[in-house]
């Protein structure tokens, strides 16, 4: 069992940045892959960031791709998203979520793949 709390959102300015932290109970979280996701009102809930087992590896949605960094520090439980040149269209429900997996340098990136959820924390990017 893994429980995710989220934490770090907030009102910005277009251009601005936020780091979301993600806190995981348990003592395996080394062994599962790390994912974020978001949802704007009236949309699916859409995928933005996958990071590996150690953090070595890590993949993006096209529509964050060199704007936002996932990473994790497995010593403190949390993974992290650094949120930059922070746009409008970026205000959603921000969502982190856990993956068992076999191995390092598995990505997931499927929504239905992911076991366990935080609650979510709003980022909101004013114009």
């Known amino acids: 069992q893994v429980q995710l709390v989220e934490s770090g959102g907030g009102l910005v300015q277009a251009g601005g940045s936020l780091r979301l932290s993600c806190a995981a109970s348990?003592?395996?979280?080394?062994?599962?892959?790390m994912g974020w996701f978001r949802q704007a009102p009236g949309k699916e809930r859409e995928f933005v960031a996958a990071?590996?087992?150690?953090?070595?590896?890590?993949y993006y949605a096209d529509s964050v791709k060199g704007r936002f960094t996932g990473s994790r520090d497995n010593a403190k439980n949390t993974v992290y998203l650094q949120m930059n040149s922070l746009k409008p269209e970026d205000t959603a429900a921000y969502y982190c979520?856990?993956?068992?997996?076999?191995?390092?340098?598995?990505?997931?990136?499927?929504?239905?793949?992911?076991?366990?959820w935080g609650q979510g924390t709003q980022v909101t990017v004013s114009s």
């Open positions: 348990g003592r395996t979280f080394r062994s599962y892959a």
């Open positions: 990071i590996s087992q150690s953090g070595d590896d890590t």
């Open positions: 979520a856990a993956a068992f997996v076999a191995g390092d340098h598995t990505l997931v990136t499927r929504r239905y793949e992911y076991t366990y």
